[in-house]
């Protein structure tokens, strides 16, 4: 059983960057793919962005252009760096996890309030 942790949600305000992080209790090499799903308030849980172990990525076009998402092999932990955030950010991050099959994981989610 993979374990994620989230850190790094909060409030910020408008136009303002904020960093979240996910912490593996594997090896992410053993991780086809890490990312982040968001889901705000009465709307469906949305992927955001998708890092194979490969390195290809996946943005979702609200965030495309002002997110980034990466991963640091020797601390098993996947980060998603987003820019220019807005009220329509606001929601709880997920951090996903698929492993090799049909097997996957969910962090405990992260608040990220964008509000003046």
């Known amino acids: 059983q993979v374990q994620l942790v989230e850190s790094g949600g909060g409030l910020v305000q408008p136009g303002e960057s904020l960093r979240l992080s996910c912490a593996a209790s594997?090896?992410?090499?053993?991780?086809?793919?890490m990312g982040w799903y968001r889901q705000a308030p009465g709307k469906e849980r949305e992927l955001v962005a998708l890092?194979?172990?490969?390195?290809?990525?996946t943005y979702a076009d609200s965030v495309k252009g002002r997110s980034t998402i990466s991963r640091d092999n020797a601390k098993n932990t996947v980060y998603l760096q987003m820019n220019s955030l807005n009220s329509e950010d606001t929601a709880v991050y997920y951090c996903y996890a698929q492993l090799p099959g049909t097997e996957t994981a969910w962090g405990q989610g992260t608040q990220v309030t964008v509000s003046s």
């Open positions: 890092l194979t172990s490969t390195g290809s990525t």
């Open positions: 594997v090896s992410i090499f053993r991780l086809y793919a």
